[in-house]
């Protein structure tokens, strides 16, 4: 296994393009099925209300499986991720129609670590909001 | 209602191995949109280096929620129409690949107030069941206005 960056050709601050991701309510009910994860605030409008939440939202981990891929991407392969860790800061909202949410993220190479490992910093935004936090990630490249 | 400081340090039982299909894994990436050939062709996978297709990096949630079993005991007092997921973190030792057998043994390491949430983390360190390491989780979770 082996990531197809090479350690050498990367600079600390480098910055990996943004991407958009799009998450409608069927993403959510595909997402429920395959985690396992049926809270219902993730795929019921109603219960989702009354709970206190604006309307369903997509789960957290559903978000940071959009921010891995978009890092997997980036590294080639997935193996090569050895670190990674998000605080869920603010929550996607999905809303019952064709468009669903936008999860738009982007990366920046914050630091050169030993043994061909760089820490990478992500940013997940959705609307207005800043939906990850403190997330980053090691990855070993070549 | 705050939850019940007594569980931090608790930790579960050994988990049922968990085994690690092909089909899971291509269900998984299906679902979180993930068209990359080494989650679902075998040959792809090896040609990367793989013994088999390999997981997403955030597939080991779909069996390190076993951390539930502590989470559902009515002693410790969460209501789980009130929680939302604060944190999440996982160290790989190395890919999970199909045909992994996998055990999880989930410990509390922390449950804390911020504002009128309470928070609760579990870790999670899943071997496989020969005892290779594998992954550690952390999973932090949020009770909605628990602790007011």
């Known amino acids: ?142 | 209602m705050a939850l019940n400081r007594d569980f931090v340090g608790r930790a579960s039982a050994p988990s049922p191995p968990y085994e690690v299909s092909r089909v899971k894994i291509k269900e998984f990436a299906a679902a979180i949109g993930d068209n990359n050939p080494v989650y679902r062709d075998r040959e792809a996978a090896q040609a990367a280096g793989h013994p088999d297709v390999i997981a997403p990096p955030t597939f080991p949630i779909v069996f390190s929620l076993s951390g539930g079993s502590i989470l559902a005991d009515p002693e410790l007092g969460l209501n789980f129409a009130m929680v939302v997921h604060g944190e999440q973190r996982f160290e790989y030792h190395r890919p999970i690949h199909a045909g992994d057998e996998l055990v999880s043994v989930s410990t509390v390491t922390d449950i804390r107030s911020v504002g009128r949430n309470e928070l609760i983390t579990v870790k999670s360190d899943v071997t496989t069941v020969d005892g290779e390491p594998v992954c550690t989780t952390y999973n932090t979770i949020v009770e909605r206005g628990g602790a007011s």
Do not use: C
């Open chain 1, 1 to 142: 296994m082996a990531a197809t960056v090479r350690y050498d050709e990367v600079e600390q601050g480098q910055e990996i393009p943004a991407a958009d991701y799009q998450v409608r309510r069927a993403n959510l009910v595909m997402y429920a099925g395959a985690s396992g994860d049926f809270n219902p605030i993730h795929w019921n409008e109603r219960f989702a209300k009354a709970v206190g939440l604006p309307d369903v939202i997509a789960h957290g981990m559903y978000t940071m499986a959009q921010a891995g891929r978009f890092l997997t991407d980036w590294a080639g392969d997935p193996g090569a991720v050895v670190d990674y860790g998000v605080r869920f800061s603010s929550m996607v909202v999905v809303p019952d129609d064709d468009e669903g949410a936008t999860i738009t993220v982007s990366g920046v190479v914050e630091e050169k670590l030993d043994d061909k490992r760089v820490l990478v910093g992500l940013t997940a935004r959705s609307g207005d909001s800043r939906v990850l936090s403190r997330a980053r990630a090691v990855v070993q490249l070549s």
